[in-house]
């Protein structure tokens, strides 16, 4: 069981139950041993009663008048007792034996006044025998009642278990919500807690407990962490920035000597090959830079409300120009009135970002479908591919900085592994979110990005824009 709510749950029912239980095991041989010791007091009370009944010169009494005298104070009482009286030096044995006994003699444990007997026919018997000298009095009494008693109780203990079964989970389901309520909160704060949010702290409690000892903790970690992130994002800005002035100089260095034309054909395509080498470190640092100037909201967007239909007919006329380059053809589609706060130069660039990827991964031939659409106050863009795809393990990674898949899964690609990351970033500053997940048909990649969007209340979806929906073929 994952939940240690759940778990605690159930510890506190099964130490309820169990305390209760060997509550009701207890009160169950108690309850036993004062209900046989009632019987043995009413057997003692009866026998009071036939000593009284019986008068001072008993002994002087001949059996029959002994017998008609028991007789007379037991048979009202023929239902609750069984009786006999003995002489244990007269020539009759017994001198006296209740009518409901029906000829059978009371079963004797020798050295024992008190005792349970069986009697066959009738059941058992709580016995006690007591000493009117000369005679022997045995009186029983049936154990049905005790047994009748015990048995309810039985069924009233486990009825109450049941009970205190299902009312202890419940009661031990809110207290556990109720103990675990500060770890709930330091889970959702931490969850919160990102390298864009860094500043956020767990709320300690005026309790010092293990808890508030755990927040306290956490953010002294968070702290650490926090002073960690930004001397890396100095340091990456710092270095990019150094890093241009002498790239710069590498490059007008390397452009001089092709300039001059004193180069034979093999140092002269080592001087390109170093331009593109240089080009392509260059774009490296001006990504990193990008990125660190993000990260630390240094960056703030102009922006202005815009339609998103202009914004994808814009971008759609080049998108489809590179499409036919790569012997590839390209779909866009847009539905739904709105508007969006954007800048349209940076989503220009998410969406050059995500279809660079989409046309290095799409076979000769294949189809690259845009699909947006406003509902719901969000402008929801998709851009799909039949490509390869990403496996489910790694499409939440292929966002993080210089990820590369592996080689059974790359596509031929030699940008610089930061192109996603950027595209997280632009959307973030945005308001949204971008994912990547599988298209419907199960084959290619889908990148699908969100911005918060504002819907007009009283126009209807409208139907997909024809000016989009044209595709270039090769």
């Not at 967007?301 to 006329?317: R, V």
């Amino acid at each position: 069981m994952r939940s240690i709510g759940a778990r605690l749950a159930l510890w506190y029912a099964a130490a309820a139950t169990a305390t209760l239980v060997c509550l009701f095991v207890a009160g169950y041989y108690l309850l036993k041993i004062n209900l046989v010791h009632g019987l043995d007091l009413m057997n003692r009370a009866e026998f009071a009663q036939i000593s009284a009944h019986l008068g001072s010169d008993y002994a002087s009494l001949n059996d029959r008048v002994i017998d008609a005298r028991i007789r007379e104070t037991t048979d009202y009482a023929s239902v609750l007792f069984f009786i006999t009286v003995d002489d244990p030096h007269g020539p009759v044995r017994p001198i006296f034996y209740s009518t409901n006994l029906r000829g059978l003699e009371i079963p004797d444990v020798p050295g024992q006044r008190t005792f349970n007997a069986v009697l066959p026919g009738v059941g058992e018997l709580r016995v006690g025998e007591f000493i009117l000298g000369p005679f022997d009095v045995t009186i029983a009494t049936p154990l049905d009642n005790v047994h009748e008693a015990m048995r309810y109780y039985t069924q009233t203990c486990l009825w109450l278990l049941a009970v205190m079964l299902a009312v202890s989970v419940a009661i031990g389901f809110g207290l556990s919500r109720l103990a675990l309520r500060p770890v709930r909160l330091i889970r959702e704060t931490a969850s919160r807690i990102s390298s864009d949010n860094l500043s956020e702290r767990i709320p300690v409690a005026s309790i010092r407990d293990e808890i508030s000892e755990l927040a306290l903790l956490l953010n002294l970690m968070f702290d650490r962490l926090e002073i960690s992130f930004r001397q890396i994002r100095r340091f990456t800005a710092e270095a990019s920035h150094e890093l241009k002035t002498p790239i710069s100089l590498i490059r007008l260095q390397a452009e001089k000597l092709l300039v001059h034309g004193n180069l034979d054909a093999d140092n002269e395509e080592s001087v390109h090959v170093q331009l593109e080498e240089v080009s392509r470190l260059s774009n490296i640092i001006e990504e990193l830079l990008f990125l660190s100037r993000a990260e630390s909201f240094e960056i703030r967007l102009n922006l202005t409300t815009q339609d998103p239909k202009a914004i994808l007919m814009s971008f759609s006329q080049d998108a489809r120009v590179l499409a036919e380059h790569r012997g590839l053809q390209f779909v866009c589609s847009h539905e739904g009135l709105g508007s969006v706060l954007a800048e349209p130069h940076w989503l220009r660039r998410v969406l050059l970002n995500l279809l660079t990827n989409a046309l290095n991964a799409s076979p000769q031939g294949s189809r690259v479908t845009l699909t947006s659409s406003i509902r719901e106050g969000f402008w929801r863009v998709q851009l799909a591919d039949q490509g390869p795809g990403v496996p489910s393990e790694y499409r939440e990674r292929i966002f993080e900085r210089f990820f590369r898949l592996p080689p059974a899964n790359a596509a031929a690609d030699e940008g610089s592994g930061l192109g996603l990351a950027i595209c997280r970033s632009i959307i973030s500053l945005h308001g949204g979110t971008i994912w990547a997940e599988a298209p419907p048909d199960g084959s290619g990649l889908s990148m699908v990005f969100q911005i918060p969007a504002q819907t007009p209340q009283d126009a209807a979806e409208s139907a997909p824009s024809p000016l989009l929906h044209d595709a270039a073929e090769v």
